[in-house]
Structures are given as structure tokens and as C-alpha cells.
């Protein structure tokens, strides 16, 4: 065999893997290179101090944690936030007995983290890719509204949905059968109608008022701004109708796939709506994205619109996110706002309590090997609420068991 | 049409052998033209062009430090170090990276083409079981913006597949990745056919559905069986009928069947086999079943557990293309492994090959091709730039039949040749001059060297 050495210390990576996931009461990172992704910028030489799952202090005088991590000079950054795919619902694609991620009856009520699985084969795989949460989006049904977005973190372990009913996704690009007119109308006519009652029930007493149905009290929390819409939407022309939906009943409102915003960059940017795009999707799909292009991300960003990225199509790619940022760099956008891209931006078109290393934030962390978009780095080790996990999967078990000699038939490796 | 003239010593043989010796009269003899869509490629305008003072990833395996690369006449004339060429156009690449063109032997682009309307959606002719009759070239839109996209990230060749739904696809066509306006102005002059196979899934779930055969695995492989069982009748059919016509005698021909001609030039060698099949077992059937009936099982594509059986691969002188790290889609792609290419790559005489069947990762082969190498080597391979080069430029000649034109920085070869910014293995990297054939087909700071189909012409 040319270049290739029999290597057996990622077998017991794997084996140490499962020791090294245990909570320290207070743990401190030292001599980081901290990209904090905050006004403070970049930290060199940092310290970050982690207790109970929070970050608690950043560059204290006197340094006080039971363990000390030393860094040395690596750089550290939030965790990285992975956005609208349906992580835990779908193990494999073709599989229709482990996809949960739709239903045809699903309607705006649709609560999919019921179905999430935290043992699913993508969730360490995905760690690869230093994400640590996730917004996951169901897929829905025929109804416009494909139910509500739930958050996760990349723990694996049983208790990790973070936030459910989180916030609405609703579907207004093109259609394969009828008008995206009628979704347009529909959405909006939901919120005209759910105005109007709410107009009424105010002045009746509160014995005569009717308890709101499941799907009026959403409707209620999008008109209130307690959820964002999630709005899938590409074509520019559509995008200004959503922004007067928008602005007419004061909604919370982040775009997904975006291709042809370049068009309307100003509007959005004025309009403060952060978009949700894929940066490696630059072919003209269809009509709706005759703009689409490398340097959109770039684009949008100049305009003053918060870009968050995400890896569109199959979940199992999802660990690709930081590639995505890097191709976003080649193609113009600012290695600030390419890192803001999949962790604070996101964290803040979805509201999340991470995305940024600051006190008081969820210790969801990276600390890689190098630039973290490059092809070349790795997750050197990564936390998740203070906790650390391996990026070590399936994969690696597969390709160890045929990368060892054996006298016998692989299936004894193990 | 040839007329055949049997040699007097042919002749002589066959009398003695026959004892015969009456001679018919003969009707002319039926001899088919086998390359009916011709070729109409012309090289752009190009000029003797010496490209100086960068790192060169020859695609023999070989990193040149410092080297200049002269293009003469449309081919590689030398690559060395201090080249001077008197009024030679001089590119001055220092700091930067130069590699063969691109080639992805796995492309869908033109026959599922931007944008994927209805009446763009020509890659699957999936009415039958057996479709090698239809041929990629025919649903080619030479319109797709998706070819300019291509070429901005280094692609010059590349093969066009029918899709996966039937146990044979059809034949696939390789394309110079230059703009024009027809299918015959794109085709690779004297490239041979491919024929797209499939095993697994697709096949056994598509005619399943419709109740016919494949429904099963063991279907599939009973549909492969059959038609080549049948195209080994065809085949000594025809040869019959050429020896009889050589003996001097006046056989009728066999009737034409437009399906197995092109089986036929598997048997008869000339037509190369792409097989869609991910699995270890599949793959190891489909080698021996190429055995029972004679022909070669050419290059496996989206060989997810090529791993497994990378010895079996390298010894039966298969090429494998393969991603880097798709995986789950279906049962079939779920234990892929990064490291798959490099594993297969590490076997003596493998041919590992890292392809797309993306319009959108096309745009990204070396990134891709990056990926296999630095996750190889985070686990105890040694995986060189020099060698990561040859999984996306002469491995895939070699796949395509190729390897005497393409693929390679060699004297004599085509001058196909990207110049990237930096090194090609980095998420950074960009083409920033593309060359087929010695012309500049593609400049990132020249607009003049930007092609732009009809089809975005206009477009606001």
C-alpha cells in the first residue's frame, strides 16, 4: 500500500472519547485566541472562564476553575449554529419509517421536536463540523404554515431540546400546482382575521370571550411578537409583499433561501429583517432566483442586512456549515461577518441565548486546530453547555475497522 | 460506406476450408456508421501562451516548485524551469498554484439543466428497464448556465450521464466544457461512449413501483443478465454475418436493434462502462458478472463502500468516483467514510476518482478533492497535493478513456490547464484562468473571458 500507515491512536481517540465527557463544576480555557464575535472582537491570548454550563468570565484578574484547558494560542469560538434543516427528524432520506420531519395534516400547530432523535447517526457526525445547536424545521404538510421550529443542541444525549414551538415557518416561494398568490393571501388574511377577533375579544367581558383554538393562540403569538415568522421565500417582488404583510401587523420576520434579495437589499436592510441563505447555491434554479450568486452573502451583508447561513438540501451535510463561510469569504464577505454568519446572526434572527462568547452565554464552544472555515482544520474539542464532547462517529468506526489488518473477517474488528 | 475487398490469402483460406467453390453474388454490405453525431469542436482562438513561475501539480504525481508551463499550438509543449519562448504571450503566476483541467466523469448538466423546469428534466428516460438505445448527448441543452459556472471553477472535460432510474441508462457523452451552441460544438473529438448502469435502489424501487422487473436486487441482477445474454447473440450474429460476407458468400444482415448496438460496443470494447453502484457486494457481483459475458465493469460510480473492497477494485483494474462526504441520502450511502478515496487510492494500480453529480459541488472538485486529503491524513495517511490532483484530472481521463489526451501537464497532451490563486486544496481557492486546448476560455478579472448563456441574456 502507498501513503498509507497503519494507524491505531484514532481507535483510542474513540475509546478516551467517552471518558472526557464529564462535567467539570467550573473549568477555565487559557492562551485562546478568542473570537468572541462581540464588540470586543478578537481576544489574543485569553482566558474564558466556564461554570455550570455559562460562561462566567472572560479575562478575570486572578484566574479561579477547578480544571485549567491551555489553549495554546488555538483559536476559540462560539459553536457554531446550524439552521433550518431537520436534524433528528430524518436518519436516512430514503428511509420513510425514520422521517418524522413531515406529515400531510400538519398545519401550524405541527410540534416535530416531539419526534426529534437525539440518537441519530448525524448528531456526532454533524459535531465535525463544530455545530453545537441547531434550528431544526419541520417540513410541514399542504397547509402554508409547516408547524413551528424547535432548537436542539448537538449533545446526543436524551434531554436536548433546548426550546419547542419556537417560532413558525411558513412556505411562500414558487408552487408546483397552483398560486403562490394564494399563499400570500392566506397569510395574510390569517393575520387580518386573528386582528379582528383579537379587536373583539377586547371588548367583550372575559366571561363572553371563547377560549382562542391552538391555531389562533399562534397566530396571536406572531401578531404579540413573541415568535418570529419563518418565511421560505426567494423571488424579489415577493419579498416586498412580505414586508408589507410585515410591516402591517408589526411581525417578527426572518427570510429563508432569499436568492433574488440582492434585488431588494435596501428594503431589507431598512426594513431590519436578517436573511437566511444558502452561499454556495449560485445556479438559477428556477425563475424566482435568476440572481443567485456567490456573492450574495456579500452583497446583502454590505447592505446592511444581518446574513445567516445555512447548508440547504440534505441534512447529512450540515457539517459542511463552515465551508459555506469560507466559499462566503472567497466571494467577498468579511471574515467578521462570515464567522457573525453561523453563530451570532443566527442566534439572533432565531433569539437564542448563544452565538457569542460573552458572560453569561450558554458555554457552547469550539476551539479548533486552525481558521475554522479552512478545509484543513479541525474541532481540536468542543462543549456544549460547559460539557465536552468528541466529534468521533460511526464513520470513524467504519473506516478504522477497514483501515486495521486482521487474519479474520472485518466483522471482529471493532 | 467502406466496400469490402477480401484478401486473395482470405480467400484462398476459406476455400480450403469450405471446400466451396462457388461465389455468390454479393449485395453490398451493411456496415453501419457508428459516429453519426459527430464532433464539430473548434479550438478557440489561441496563442503560443508560457506561463511563468508557479507551483505545478503535474497530474503524474509530480509538485514543480517554481516551474513555467508552455502551451504550443494547443498542446502541453514543456513544462521545466526557465522557459523562454520568443513572443510567446507570458502569464506571470508566481504565487500561484497550476494544475490540469479539471474533469468530473459524473455530470448532469444540460440534460437536468438551470433552471430544472419540466421541460428542461431529460436525464431519465425512465420507461424502461433497459434503456442503453437512448444517448445523454440527445437531451443536451448546451444553454445551461450551469456549464459557465463549471468552468469559473476549473472544469475543461466532462462526461454527461443519463440518470440512475434503469439498469441501463443509456450512453453518456464527454463534453470540452467550452460555450457553444450546440451539443456537437461541446463533444470531446474521438472520446469514447459511456454507458451509464445502475445497481441497487433506483432501478429495483423505480420498476418495483410499477410491478415489472426489478423489484428485487436479485432482479436487478437478473435484467443485467438477460440483456447481455442477449447482446452476446447480437454480437455473434454480426459476426457471423461478416465472416460469411468476408467468405464471399451473401448473408443477409441481422436486423438493426438501435438498444443493443450499444451493448454490442461494450463487447466489442469500445464503449466504456459507468456504473451507478454504491455497495460493496454490488459492486463485487457486477465485477464477475462483466466477467461472465466479457467485457470490463469500467468505472463504479458513487462507490460509498469502494473501501471495502479497495484490493478487489485495483486488482480487476476498476476505477471508483467518488464524493467525499455525501452520505445518508439512502440506505445504499450510509457508511460512507471520508476517507474513502484515499483508501481506494492506496491500493497498487487503483484508480480512485473524486466526482460531483452536482451542478453545484462541479464548481468545487478540488475543494472536494481537499476534504479526502486533509481527513486522510488527520488519520495517518500521507496524502500529497501531487496525488490529491490525480483523483479530479488524470485518474478521471483514465476513467473516460482518456488518459492519452487529457489529464495530465505531459508533452504532447492537450493543453488543458487551470491557474488557481493560491493552492487548489484551500476553501479560499479560486480558478482565476482556465485554458482548453491552449485557449483562454475562462479569465475571473477579464470579462471578455466570461461566457454567459442565452438563456441569462437580458434577465433583470
Known sequence: MKHFKLFTSSLMALAMASSTASVAESFAITNATVHTVTQQGVLEN???????????????????????????????????????????????????????????????????????????????????????????????????????????????????????????????????????????????QTFADASKKLAKTKQKNKNEAKDPSRQDLIVNALLAGDKALVAYVDRASDILTLLKIKAEYSLDLVIVGAADAVLVAEQIAQANVPVVLAALDNLPGSFDSLHASLENAAALSQAGVSVALAVNGDTHNLYQLRYHAGNAVANGLSRDQALASVTANVADAFNLDSGRIAVGKR????????????????????????????????????????????????AYTK | MQKFFPSVVMAALTVALTGCLQSEQQNEKVVFNDNPYPSTYKVLPSQTTLIKNATVLTGTGTRLDNADVLMVDGKINKVGQNLAVEGAVEVDAKGKWLTPGIIDVHSHLGVYPSPSVESHSDGNEMSSPNTSEVWAEHSVWPQDPGFQAARAGGITTLQILPGSANLFGGRGVTLRNVPSHTMQ????????????????????????????????????????????????????????????????????????????????????????????????????????????????????????????????????????????????????????????????????????????????????????????????????????????????????????????????????????????????????????????????????????????????????
Open chain 1, 46 to 188: 485569553a482566558t474564558v472562564v466556564i461554570e455550570n454550563g455559562k460562561i462566567t468570565a472572560i479575562n478575570p484578574k486572578t484566574v479561579q476553575a477547578d480544571t485549567i484547558i491551555d489553549a495554546k494560542g488555538k483559536i476559540l469560538t462560539p459553536g457554531f449554529i446550524g439552521a433550518m434543516n431537520q436534524l433528528g427528524l430524518v436518519e436516512v432520506g430514503a428511509v420513510s419509517r425514520s422521517r418524522d420531519a413531515s406529515d400531510k395534516k400538519a398545519d401550524i400547530t405541527f410540534d416535530a421536536s416531539l419526534a426529534f432523535n437525539p440518537r441519530s447517526s448525524v448528531i456526532p457526525y454533524s459535531r465535525k463540523g463544530g455545530i453545537t445547536s441547531n434550528i431544526v424545521a419541520p417540513r410541514g404538510g399542504e397547509d402554508i404554515f409547516k408547524g413551528q421550529s424547535f432548537v436542539v443542541d448537538l449533545s446526543g444525549e436524551f434531554e436536548s431540546v433546548r426550546l419547542s414551538n419556537h417560532n413558525v415557518i411558513v412556505d411562500l416561494s414558487a408552487k408546483s400546482k397552483g398560486s403562490r398568490a394564494l399563499s400570500l393571501q392566506t397569510l395574510q
Open chain 1, 363 to 410: 458555554a457552547d464552544l469550539v476551539l479548533w486546530s486552525a481558521d475554522p472555515f479552512e478545509l484543513s482544520t479541525q474541532v481540536s474539542q468542543m462543549w456544549i453547555d460547559g460539557k465536552q464532547y468528541s466529534t468521533t462517529s460511526r464513520q470513524d468506526a467504519l473506516r478504522d475497522r477497514y483501515t486495521t489488518d486482521s487474519d479474520m473477517p472485518r
Open chain 2, 185 to 460: 460544438g461541446m463533444k470531446f473529438p474521438d472520446a469514447p461512449y459511456g454507458l451509464k448502469m445502475a445497481c441497487g435502489e433506483n432501478p429495483k424501487r423505480v420498476y418495483g413501483n410499477r410491478k415489472v422487473l426489478p423489484s428485487t436486487r436479485m432482479g436487478n441482477m437478473a435484467g443485467y443478465r438477460m440483456a447481455w445474454a442477449e447482446a452476446t447473440e447480437y454480437k455473434r450474429a454480426w459476426e457471423q454475418y461478416e465472416a460469411d460476407y468476408a467468405a464471399g458468400k451473401n448473408p443477409t444482415a441481422p436486423v438493426r436493434d438501435i438498444e443493443l448496438d450499444t451493448l454490442k460496443g461494450v463487447l466489442d470494447g469500445d464503449i466504456l462502462i459507468h456504473n451507478h453502484c454504491y455497495k460493496a457486494e454490488e459492486m463485487a457481483m457486477m465485477i464477475d458478472l462483466s466477467k461472465e459475458f466479457n467485457y470490463h465493469a469500467g468505472t463504479f460510480h458513487h462507490a460509498i463502500e469502494a473501501y471495502k473492497i479497495a484490493d478487489l477494485l485495483a486488482e480487476n483494474g476498476n476505477c471508483a468516483a467518488m464524493w467525499p462526504d455525501w452520505w445518508g441520502f439512502k440506505m445504499e450511502a450510509y457508511d460512507m467514510v471520508h476517507e474513502n478515496v484515499a483508501i481506494v487510492d492506496a491500493v497498487k494500480n487503483s484508480c480512485a476518482v473524486v466526482h460531483s453529480d452536482s451542478a453545484s459541488t462541479i464548481q468545487r472538485l478540488n475543494q472536494e478533492a481537499g476534504k479526502v486529503m486533509y481527513r486522510a491524513n488527520d488519520n495517518g495517511f500521507e496524502v500529497t497535493p501531487e496525488l490529491a490532483i490525480t483523483w479530479i484530472t488524470a485518474n478521471a481521463a483514465k476513467s473516460l478513456g482518456l488518459a492519452d489526451k487529457t489529464g495530465s501537464l505531459e508533452s504532447g497532451k492537450n493543453a488543458d490547464v487551470v491557474i488557481w490563486n493560491q493552492n487548489p486544496f484551500s476553501v479560499y481557492a479560486q480558478a482565476e484562468q482556465v485554458f482548453i486546448d491552449g485557449a483562454k476560455v475562462y479569465d475571473r478579472f477579464d470579462e471578455k473571458y466570461q461566457a454567459k448563456s442565452d438563456f441569462m441574456l437580458g434577465q433583470r
